[in-house]
């Protein structure tokens, strides 16, 4: 066997080609499947009579949609089936080794979502605008505390502080914005006290190299302990001139707010929430379109190589883990300014390790982990809503809805996510 | 711009890994900087490139010294660096690699891209480079990867280009091309540096030659000098580049590969049933780039991969479906391609080190217990035999130069009776003189009728030990050919060409 001649074989130069066995996961269909059959159990054992009521419109609406009521059974029967054929599609697709798509997902979550509202409020009716809008208002703080995650992971640097930021945020707007009679000042105060906490952080996780995860954690703790103490010894006996900030107020906008359904859920808000849809628009422009943006992606990244192309990689995960403190603090200040005019001990009651989360589910890209933020804000007004009406499934059960929820969407629903490749990984130069 | 090193010295703690190195380059001139891995040309040209600061000396540019304080004064100044580890950004595209650290921006910081874009194209084109500006860098072959390192050194206007090691992760044909882009590089009036330990290459492209050694200048050698010279002054001592073999004495057909096809968790095929087979006594040696199969073919073997189908017989035993240590116990000797990462566990002794394979039975160990002394015993024997150059038994492996390390997996899996030896990459980033000591051991496990499985991607080696070539592309076999096959044709293989009259 020689080899003298070099003409190449009938498969030129690309040689041999090795193929890819499609790898579909089976987790969609089966989830698909399971709340189907759930759904259609319920309705089987636990049937309910009368009619179910969608208000479409808040009071004040300058068109009024008209209500829309449904035989709750006949109603909920229907909106199964159409679960059941989606159900049936996504299965199709999945022996043809094809994913199911977004917009499945998206139509599925919905019906299922209307067939079990129909159910749950047998004989009353269901605010939808209220639900919508109840939801963004719950949302609000998750989102920016999820794009200040966001920030911080792209850079680098794991903020597992997002709670802290959030709860010394809310402390720093109330007592100042209280001192000042200003909810722009104490909203600019909250910004202050969350960059305060991430300067700690940064001066733990890049100067001293310290695990990321254990700096925040431990940075949560300590604002628990730090505002609970200065709350029942300087807050609380001050209550009047402390802990009474000014709220700020809705301020509906001129015709966007008057479209039906999305005027009063997006457009009769607080100044806090339009600068949050300005803010989220902001970091995703500045992100991926700006060359801020470019070089946190570089140093989230492979710090080495931006380094060696002269980026100072510390300084600049500092000063992008101070925006992503600030910006998580304006989610603090929504708590005491707009929420319930008053700070009280643990507010936030974890909602910074929801924003993770949603960092997580949202794939480190900030207009997906605001999705994300939404679809928490949705599930914990949900239990919220359905308590209030006195639906049939136990009130204890419902608190778990907004958890249960995440549970599932960070560890079942996410697909394959990679976040930054230095996530976490301190910077040493040699 | 001609560049001027002088009198360098880089110390780190009680280590000098430069001592007073000194290094002239004129424009227009390739100059190659010769040495083992460990002789300094690494930690050299890092002080070079500002990542380091020279604890003595003097950078000089044009006459003028230098004082770098980061990478990035050091490419204001002109010189440009193509990274032995690319320093490119996976996730982004060639454009936004390019311009990274030197964008240009419009209003408020907006990114130009489509600048970027231009510039990519235009010095792609200059030199005939076809890198797509909007590929992502992850996707691209690693040789073009390297031109985006070249052309980001280019776009920022360099006049010294540093190559630091650039050929390790290249094919031979991908290594003929960059030594094309340098000649044009030279010819466009660039001074260059290239670093590297491979004899070949330097003279094929070098103008001058400096030789270093344990972190000082050797002295220069002439272009013309042979392979043995050059190979001498970066040794220090004679050395033999060839490896002295006896014609193999064949045995039964030992080890036998069937359709074997391995596949990973996201369902890229990295195997498609290949089979082969590995007579008693016999060396195969299986060539190829990284990355089309070989570390999967190998933890295969080992039962280290979890979806395999096929079968993998060793004296007529199956070995797909088995645990690791079945697989061990069947007599399989593992000499695995990162001894960091695989081969050795950093923090334990030479001698813990040396019973990892047979921690769980004698003669290391009874009744759970372990018996250190004759762990002892058997280390300072094979310490000695394998000429493991350590203060000791109880010395840290993490501690030891590469070549030490390798010499101590070596030591391990050569010292139970074998009945294979499957050995992946046994000479990485080792010293000249311990891959002689390697290479002799391989042919002498061959030579008590073990097959044995070499897999490398460095063509000296393959040739050097081989009784049968067999070249691996995107996990299919090309050919398997005779040990004596010539370079350019085991070459082309290596890109999936299949010579005439090779059969697959």
Known sequence: MTTAGLTPAPAPTAGPVVDTVPVVSKKTPIIFGVLTVGMALILLFEGQSGETTFRLAARTDFVQLPELTVPTMAGAWTLTVVCALLTAESVRRYLARRRTPLWLLAVYAVAWMAAFLTWAAAGESVPVVGLLAGSIALAVPLVFGALGGVLGERSGVVNIAIDGQLLFGAFAAAMIGSVTGSPWVGLVAAMVAGALVALVLGLFAITYFVDQVIVGVVLNVLVIGLTSFLFSQVLAPNSESLNTPPRFPRVPIPVLGDIPLIGPVFFRQTAVVYLLYIAVALVAFALYRTRWGLRVRAVGEHPKAADTVGIKVNRTRYRTILVAGAVAGMGGAFYTLVSVPQFNREMTGGAGYIALAAVIFGKWDPIRATLAALLFGFASNLQGVLAVLGSPVPSQFMLMLPYVVTIFAVAGLVGRSRPPAADGVPYRKE | ?504
């Open chain 2, 1 to 504: 711009m001609k560049l001027v090193l002088r009198n360098i010295t880089k110390r780190f703690g009680s280590l000098v890994a430069n001592d007073r190195i000194s290094l002239e380059v004129a424009p227009g001139e390739v100059h190659c900087l010769l040495g083992e891995n460990g002789a300094g040309k690494s930690t050299l040209m890092n002080v070079l490139y500002g990542l380091y600061k020279a604890d003595e000396g003097e950078i000089e540019l044009d006459g003028k010294v230098q004082h770098f304080t980061g990478p990035g004064d050091a490419m204001a100044a002109g010189i440009g660096m193509v990274h032995q580890h690319f320093m490119l950004i996976p996730v982004f595209t060639v454009a936004e690699n390019v311009m990274l650290g030197n964008e240009s921006t419009g209003f408020a910081g907006t990114l130009d891209i489509d600048a970027a874009r231009e510039r990519v194209r235009e010095i792609s084109e200059r030199f005939g480079f076809h890198v797509d500006p909007d590929a992502l860098v992850e996707e691209l072959p690693v040789g073009v990867q390297q031109r985006v390192e070249i052309i980001k050194a280019l776009s920022r206007d360099a006049e010294v280009l540093v190559f630091d090691e650039p050929t390790a992760v290249l094919t031979p044909q991908e290594t003929d091309e960059l030594m094309e882009i340098m000649r044009q590089l030279k010819e466009a009036g660039k001074a260059i540096v290239f670093i590297t330990h491979k004899l070949r290459e330097v003279r094929e492209v070098a103008d001058r030659i400096t030789v270093i050694r344990l972190g000082k200048v050797v002295g220069e050698a002439d272009p013309k000098a042979s392979n043995a010279e050059l190979a001498s002054m970066m040794v220090g001592r004679p050395v033999e580049l060839v490896v002295h073999k006896d014609a193999p004495q064949l045995g039964e057909d030992a080890f036998v590969v069937k359709d074997l096809r391995v596949r990973d968790a996201l369902g890229h095929v990295h195997l498609d049933g290949i089979s082969f087979t590995i007579k008693a006594g016999e060396v195969l040696c299986v060539a190829g780039v990284q990355g089309n199969g070989q570390t999967e073919l190998t933890e295969a073997i080992l039962g280290l991969q979890e979806h395999v189908e096929g079968s993998v017989t060793l004296d007529g035993k199956e070995l797909v479906g088995r645990s690791v240590r079945q697989v061990l116990d069947a007599g399989v000797g593992f000499i695995p391609e990162d001894r960091q990462a695989d081969g050795l566990v950093g923090g334990f002794t030479i001698a813990e080190n040396l019973m990892l394979n047979r921690s769980f039975r004698s003669p290391f160990a009874r009744r759970g217990s372990l018996r250190i002394a004759e762990l002892d015993e058997f280390a300072k024997t094979k310490l000695e035999e394998y000429d493991v150059r350590a203060p000791d038994i109880y010395t840290h492996a993490g501690k030891l130069s590469g070549g030490n390390q390798q010499k101590v997996v070596v030591a391990r899996e050569l010292s139970r009776d074998l009945r294979l030896l499957v050995a992946a990459q046994p000479t990485r980033g080792v010293d000249v003189g311990s891959i002689e000591f390697i290479h002799k051991q391989v042919i002498a496990t061959r030579d008590s009728g073990v097959p044995v499985l070499v897999v490398s991607t460095e063509l000296d080696e393959v040739v050097a030990l081989a009784d049968r070539i067999m070249v691996l592309y995107r996990g299919q076999v090309v050919g398997i050919v005779p040990g004596d096959t010539p370079r350019e044709t085991l070459g082309l293989m290596m890109t999936g060409e299949r010579p005439k009259d090779v059969v697959a």
